[in-house]
């Protein structure tokens, strides 16, 4: 695989063949039933998927608790194997997941191709592949690769192993991007890639049927691509990120419940300032986040996922929007106002954006 830069390799996520994806999307939902397509969010009369539409929104994530074998193909030696188990071992301290060493069947089989560059399947998308091929690649891999340089490689395909898909494939981030900026950026050399490569590994956004985790989008991730201005609609870079973010270790504990960060208790009622957008998420079913505003009339306005609702009241209690979700935006009178954002479905964390702004 080619490289974005001379000295920052691109990965690139392996994608399971078009005739294996609704066998694999079965095999995603018996290792983890939450993985499957919220259907129960169907538009009522909306017709019956097909299965190949229904596979596109099943999820990859292994169930909590998992313990992943783990084969290595091409002998590596005992350092080499512990160096690469450690970095993986280190997604552990925040995701309830685990990483095992196995001689024999493997979950995760694990390459050191030359040429070959740095690749993972999704999930357990990693179940469709027949032994004995591998099933994440890190080329040439040796130890006296740098210490960053593994950190930021094997974690980086470590997320990819447990189910994370690449951070700038997010629709925000997605939208920043100056579609002939990247075709001519990796269209030169040395990545020489397609028109039709640049649009699935960098301009296709991920379903948010598909994650989990679903808070605002991280520029700074370590499953974030590095893109220079060219790239960018503004012309300024994308940094990507080099090792584990803040964000990125809440988001594995969210992912992957019991262990890691507490997750942190309900925030409770919120004021909002006119004029001012809050960011946020919900994790868990059935959880109120609550503000409180002072409108000097407007509008409340506000962006949730389909597993979310908000409601908007008056200071007397009136409902001026009860169960609205997707993009809400409702007149306000002046006075108070309180907003309401809950979790209505029975997984998932879902981000939201609510404001009270005067247009």
Same mark, same amino acid.
């Given at each position: ?28 939902? /018996? ?10 969010? &169907? ?7 097909? #299965? ?60 050191? %191709? #030359? @040429? ?7 999930? %357990? ?90 808070? #605002? ?14 790239? %960018? ?36 009622? /919120? ?13 868990? #079913? ?6 409180? &505003? ?10 949730? %996922? ?17 169960? @609205? ?24 964390? &879902?981000?939201?954006?609510? @404001?009270?702004?005067?247009?």
């Amino acid at each position: 695989m080619s490289t974005a830069a001379p000295d920052v390799p691109v990965c690139m996520p392996i994608s399971l063949p078009a005739d294996r994806l609704v066998n694999a999307a079965k095999l995603a939902v /018996q290792a983890n039933p939450a993985n499957a397509p919220m259907l129960a969010l &169907a538009a009522p009369g909306m017709p019956l998927l097909e #299965p190949s539409h229904l596979a596109a929104l099943t999820g990859t994530f292994w169930a909590a608790g998992t313990t992943l074998t783990v084969r290595f193909l091409d002998g590596p030696t005992a350092g080499e194997r512990a160096a690469i188990l450690s970095h993986l071992r280190a997604l552990s301290e925040f995701a309830n997941i685990d990483w095992e060493e196995t001689s024999g069947r493997a979950m995760i089989r694990i390459a050191r %191709t #030359p @040429g070959r560059g740095y690749s993972s399947y999704v999930g %357990t998308q990693n179940l469709s592949i027949p032994e004995p091929m591998p099933t994440m690649t890190l080329d040439s891999f040796t130890l006296a690769w740098p210490e960053g340089e593994r950190r930021r490689v094997i974690r980086h395909e470590g997320l990819h192993a447990i189910g994370f898909v690449h951070e700038h494939q997010r629709r925000a981030i997605v939208e920043l991007l100056d579609p002939q900026g990247c075709y001519d950026y990796y269209g030169d050399p040395p990545n020489l890639w397609p028109k039709r490569m640049v649009d699935a590994q960098v301009l296709t956004w991920t379903p948010d049927e598909k994650l989990w985790y679903l808070d #605002p989008a991280e520029p700074h991730s370590l499953a974030c691509y590095q893109f220079p201005g060219r790239c %960018t609609k503004s012309r300024q870079p994308i940094p990507g990120g080099t090792d584990l973010t803040d964000r990125d270790k809440a988001t594995l504990a969210k992912a992957y419940p019991g262990r890691g960060p507490v997750a942190p208790p309900p925030l409770g009622r /919120q004021r909002l300032e006119f004029g001012v957008e809050v960011e946020d998420s919900i994790s868990r #079913p059935g959880e109120v986040d609550e503000f409180d &505003a002072e409108a000097p009339g407007g509008f409340i306005r506000a962006t949730t %996922t389909p597993i979310l609702q908000i409601g908007v009241f008056s200071g007397d209690g009136r409902r001026l929007i009860d169960q @609205g979700t997707g993009a809400v935006r409702v007149s306000v009178p002046q006075g108070p106002v309180r907003i309401k954002v809950k979790h209505t479905y029975a997984r998932g964390t &879902a981000a939201y954006r609510v @404001g009270c702004v005067a247009g």
